[in-house]
């Protein structure tokens, strides 16, 4: 069983930036992938940024350059930098982590808007 806990969400102004972080309930190096997700009302939820356990990144079209993906081992917490974040940015907000099957948190709302 892995538990993952969603957290950094909030509402931001164009241009901003924010960054989320995501708590697993185990060692990060027992998963095989962890990755960020997203989904805006009306819409399929997306993939964001992904990172496997050999530290191997994959970033959606969209992002850009603006987003970035990161771990850190000790705390068992994956992160999502968020920059130059813009309306069109506004979802919910998922991690998840492979370890045999897809595990899910909660999400966390990120909202973009002046």
């Known amino acids: 069983q892995v538990h993952l806990v969603e957290s950094g969400g909030g509402l931001v102004q164009p241009g901003g930036s924010l960054r989320l972080s995501c708590a697993v309930s185990?060692?990060?190096?027992?998963?095989?992938?962890m990755g960020w997700y997203r989904q805006a009302p009306g819409k399929q939820r997306e993939l964001v940024a992904a990172i496997t356990s050999g530290g191997t990144r994959n970033y959606a079209d969209f992002e850009k350059g603006r987003f970035t993906i990161s771990r850190d081992n000790a705390a068992n917490t994956v992160y999502l930098q968020m920059n130059s974040l813009q309306p069109e940015d506004t979802a919910v907000y998922y991690c998840?982590?492979?370890?045999?099957?897809?595990?899910w948190g909660q999400g966390t709302q990120v909202t973009v808007s002046s």
């Open positions: 185990r060692s990060i190096f027992s998963l095989d992938a």
């Open positions: 998840n982590a492979r370890r045999g099957q897809l595990y």
